[in-house]
């Protein structure tokens, strides 16, 4: 990949970065017209599977974005793409940080506190939900699935490993799904 | 319950704290290495219940600020605590803890994925672990809620807000910008009412 084709990769993921609320997900349609339908540098298939692959390996599902940068350009690809997609983002983060931690007791910065703290939850509640609707369908075992993993983790210290185990393995076996 | 290095109770500088740059990267690495389906939970568990660098309601609060900002929401709570205690060599640290390892693993699944993707017990497997992974989360938010004991008129903003998002399918950003502005609006009338002091 060339030099401006980099450049390019570069100053259109961090053009994107500063729109990404809640994660680079939320602008995944703009980089798919931007990859697949202009510049043509990727396939929809290729597109989709980053997306799957990330979602199901371990990690922050970012790396999608590093995905979709190794396709187009290898390692130098995957450097622009994630670096682009976050360096803005995390120097706004950053310095909201520090202004806010420097006046831990304005009024504004506790109503902050106050106020976004059950929007963080519900938020919280919803990416959850969402994952595991597009995962169980409509399959009851699924669904209960999700309720003791839910349960396990609201009211116990169990290793989450297992629950994660014992969902591949209920899953591959056909045991549920 | 752990029985042993209990601190006194007030006595703030004996909280638990990484000790330095290396430490933070490989606890946040090895957090993220087991965050198949979402590296969420194991941050809670990781960071709060087992480490005790943060309380729940500190940790909710950078899950707050991360979640209003752009950026993936973890890795914004990795920056927060990095730059907490090492400044923004510590953000460095925790956010490149974070992606390091686990950017190899999805690599690697990568060169792997073509040849399993269509495997039928593979894509079994996948579900039965987004079953769970999805599970998780919302466990994850229903112990976070537990910080909210007393302030039950606040929930109404976080019951809008999974409403919208989960229910509604309305975009994320959209709920936020809607939601955020009024309930902050609301606490700082609340406060204010309550005699300006800062609430915690």
Same mark, same amino acid.
């Given at each position: 990949?060339?030099?401006?084709? +980099? @450049?390019?990769?570069? /100053?259109?993921?961090? !053009?994107?970065? =500063?729109? &990404?609320?809640? #994660?680079? $997900?939320?602008? *995944?349609?703009?980089?798919?017209?931007?990859?697949?339908?202009?510049?043509?540098?990727?396939?929809?298939?290729?597109?989709?599977?980053?997306?799957?692959?990330?979602?199901?390996?371990?990690?922050?599902?970012?790396?999608?974005?590093? +995905? @979709?940068?190794?396709? /187009?350009?290898?390692? !130098?690809?995957? =450097?622009? &793409?994630?670096? #682009?997609? $976050?360096?803005? *983002?995390?120097?706004?983060?950053?310095?909201?940080?520090?202004?806010?931690?420097?006046?831990?007791?304005?009024?504004?910065?506790?109503?902050?506190?106050?106020?976004?703290?059950?929007?963080?939850?519900?938020?919280?509640?919803?990416?959850?939900?969402?994952?595991?609707?597009?995962?169980?369908?409509?399959?009851?075992?699924?669904?209960?699935?999700?309720?003791?993993?839910?349960?396990?983790?609201?009211?116990?210290?169990?290793?989450?490993?297992?629950?994660?185990?014992?969902?591949?393995?209920?899953?591959?076996?056909?045991?549920?799904? | 319950?752990?029985?042993?290095?209990?601190?006194?109770?007030?006595?703030?500088?004996?909280?638990?704290?990484?000790?330095?740059?290396?430490?933070?990267?490989?606890?946040?690495?090895?957090?993220?290495?087991?965050?198949?389906?979402?590296?969420?939970?194991?941050?809670?568990?990781?960071?709060?219940?087992?480490?005790?660098?943060?309380?729940?309601?500190?940790?909710?609060?950078?899950?707050?600020?991360?979640?209003?900002?752009?950026?993936?929401?973890?890795?914004?709570?990795?920056?927060?605590?990095?730059?907490?205690?090492?400044?923004?060599?510590?953000?460095?640290?925790?956010?490149?803890?974070?992606?390091?390892?686990?950017?190899?693993?999805?690599?690697?699944?990568?060169?792997?994925?073509?040849?399993?993707?269509?495997?039928?017990?593979?894509?079994?497997?996948?579900?039965?672990?987004?079953?769970?992974?999805?599970?998780?989360?919302?466990?994850?938010?229903?112990?976070?809620?537990?910080?909210?004991?007393?302030?039950?008129?606040?929930?109404?903003?976080?019951?809008?807000?999974?409403?919208?998002?989960?229910?509604?399918?309305?975009?994320?950003?959209?709920?936020?910008?809607?939601?955020?502005?009024?309930?902050?609006?609301?606490?700082?009338?609340?406060?204010?009412?309550?005699?300006?002091?800062?609430?915690?």
């Amino acid at each position: 990949m060339s030099g401006a084709g +980099l @450049l390019d990769l570069f /100053v259109h993921f961090a !053009a994107l970065s =500063l729109l &990404a609320i809640g #994660g680079a $997900l939320a602008v *995944s349609p703009e980089m798919h017209r931007y990859l697949v339908g202009e510049r043509g540098w990727l396939s929809t298939p290729q597109f989709n599977d980053a997306i799957a692959i990330a979602q199901a390996a371990p990690g922050p599902n970012i790396l999608f974005v590093t +995905l @979709l940068g190794w396709q /187009v350009g290898g390692m !130098a690809g995957a =450097l622009a &793409a994630t670096v #682009g997609q $976050l360096l803005p *983002s995390s120097l706004v983060t950053l310095a909201c940080w520090r202004w806010k931690s420097a006046r831990e007791d304005a009024p504004l910065v506790a109503a902050i506190r106050l106020g976004l703290s059950p929007i963080a939850i519900g938020l919280t509640a919803s990416a959850g939900w969402v994952i595991a609707s597009g995962a169980s369908g409509t399959d009851p075992a699924l669904w209960a699935m999700t309720a003791v993993a839910a349960l396990v983790v609201w009211r116990t210290r169990v290793n989450l490993l297992w629950l994660v185990g014992a969902g591949a393995l209920l899953g591959a076996l056909g045991v549920v799904g | 319950m752990s029985a042993a290095a209990e601190p006194p109770a007030g006595a703030p500088q004996a909280r638990p704290r990484p000790a330095s740059l290396t430490e933070l990267f490989l606890v946040f690495s090895a957090l993220a290495l087991r965050g198949f389906g979402g590296v969420l939970p194991w941050a809670q568990r990781v960071l709060v219940d087992d480490r005790g660098w943060l309380t729940r309601e500190e940790f909710v609060e950078m899950l707050a600020f991360g979640q209003m900002l752009p950026g993936p929401n973890v890795c914004n709570v990795a920056l927060m605590v990095g730059d907490r205690w090492f400044g923004w060599r510590g953000a460095v640290a925790a956010l490149g803890g974070m992606l390091a390892a686990p950017c190899v693993v999805v690599l690697s699944l990568a060169v792997l994925y073509g040849q399993v993707a269509d495997d039928p017990v593979v894509r079994r497997a996948l579900i039965g672990m987004g079953a769970v992974a999805g599970g998780m989360i919302l466990g994850t938010a229903l112990r976070l809620a537990t910080t909210q004991r007393g302030r039950a008129p606040w929930l109404v903003f976080g019951s809008l807000a999974f409403t919208g998002v989960a229910l509604l399918r309305i975009e994320l950003a959209w709920v936020v910008l809607a939601l955020g502005p009024v309930a902050v609006l609301a606490a700082w009338l609340a406060n204010r009412r309550r005699g300006g002091g800062a609430a915690r």
